[in-house]
């Protein structure tokens, strides 16, 4: 089983704290070689030379905020094609522990992968890449201990859990980070928007083009806003 991880606006406190993870199954080998062969196609682009966002997309790949039209419009199609669930927590900042933000982060990657571990208990293993950032080594390296722990406060007893592998990628290392990336900007944007319901705002159609690939969409201060078992729509 293999998880691809990230945090989104970090740094930014105008922007919901969201942690999120895309579980991928058996073919995640076959989408991350579908993902890198769109990248190729996309790069022989010619008529987006010398556009910087086109430059650093050749570059680094994929990434929801900088890619322009031409690159996020095939890449949101791709992703309409493939299977992938996708779990996050967020939150105001106003209902988690920590002082610091880096504190927060730890404390909500923690609680994600303890219950993602605690989902898939009958695994032997998952296998976690987590999309490399400032600040990141120091809390992955206290992530295994972290999860366990917060797995025992969740049940409430000494739980069998997979092993966690976490391992810290570049994009191009490991392109199939995207997908988390590009989920979590289309919650955003729906969550700024004050949680719209309104066909003709951008900013929920885009999130209901999403939806159907949440499997937990949960709130620290408000609970869980959606999910597989019980969708907004």
């Given at each position: 089983?293999?998880?691809?991880?990230?945090?989104?606006?970090?740094?930014?406190?105008?922007?919901?704290?969201?942690?999120?993870?895309?579980?991928?199954?058996?073919?995640?080998?076959?989408?991350e070689e579908r993902i890198r062969d769109l990248q190729k196609n996309l790069c022989a682009r010619r008529s987006l030379a010398g556009l910087p966002?086109?430059?650093?997309?050749?570059?680094?790949?994929?990434?929801?905020?900088?890619?322009?039209?031409?690159?996020s419009g095939p890449f949101l199609e791709l992703m309409r094609t493939i299977f992938f669930r996708a779990y996050m927590v967020v939150t105001d900042?106003?209902?988690?522990?920590?002082?610091?933000?880096?504190?927060?982060?730890?404390?909500?990657?923690?609680?994600?992968?303890?219950?993602?571990?605690l989902r898939h208990r009958h695994e032997p293993e998952l296998l976690c890449y987590i999309e490399q950032s400032e600040g990141m080594a120091s809390?992955?390296?206290?992530?295994?201990?972290?999860?366990?722990?917060?797995?025992?406060?969740?049940?409430?007893?000494?739980?069998?859990?997979?092993?966690?592998?976490?391992?810290?990628?570049?994009?191009?290392?490991?392109?199939?980070?995207?997908?988390?990336?590009?989920?979590?900007?289309?919650?955003?944007?729906?969550?700024?928007?004050?949680?719209?319901?309104?066909?003709?705002?951008?900013?929920?159609?885009?999130?209901?083009?999403?939806?159907?690939?949440?499997?937990?969409?949960?709130?620290?201060?408000?609970?869980?806003?959606?999910?597989?078992?019980?969708?907004?729509?």
């Amino acid at each position: 089983m293999k998880l691809f991880m990230d945090e989104s606006g970090n740094g930014n406190t105008s922007q919901p704290l969201i942690v999120g993870a895309v579980e991928l199954g058996e073919d995640a080998d076959d989408i991350e070689e579908r993902i890198r062969d769109l990248q190729k196609n996309l790069c022989a682009r010619r008529s987006l030379a010398g556009l910087p966002s086109f430059e650093e997309f050749r570059k680094n790949g994929f990434h929801s905020s900088t890619d322009p039209l031409e690159v996020s419009g095939p890449f949101l199609e791709l992703m309409r094609t493939i299977f992938f669930r996708a779990y996050m927590v967020v939150t105001d900042r106003t209902n988690v522990p920590g002082d610091a933000e880096f504190e927060q982060i730890e404390f909500m990657y923690a609680k994600l992968l303890s219950d993602l571990s605690l989902r898939h208990r009958h695994e032997p293993e998952l296998l976690c890449y987590i999309e490399q950032s400032e600040g990141m080594a120091s809390i992955i390296r206290r992530l295994p201990h972290s999860v366990v722990r917060q797995a025992c406060r969740t049940t409430g007893k000494v739980a069998p859990l997979p092993q966690l592998n976490i391992t810290m990628v570049a994009k191009h290392d490991y392109m199939s980070t995207a997908i988390i990336d590009y989920v979590m900007a289309a919650v955003s944007r729906w969550l700024q928007a004050g949680c719209t319901t309104n066909p003709k705002d951008w900013p929920y159609r885009a999130f209901r083009a999403i939806e159907p690939s949440i499997s937990l969409l949960y709130s620290f201060e408000h609970g869980r806003i959606s999910s597989r078992k019980d969708p907004l729509h």
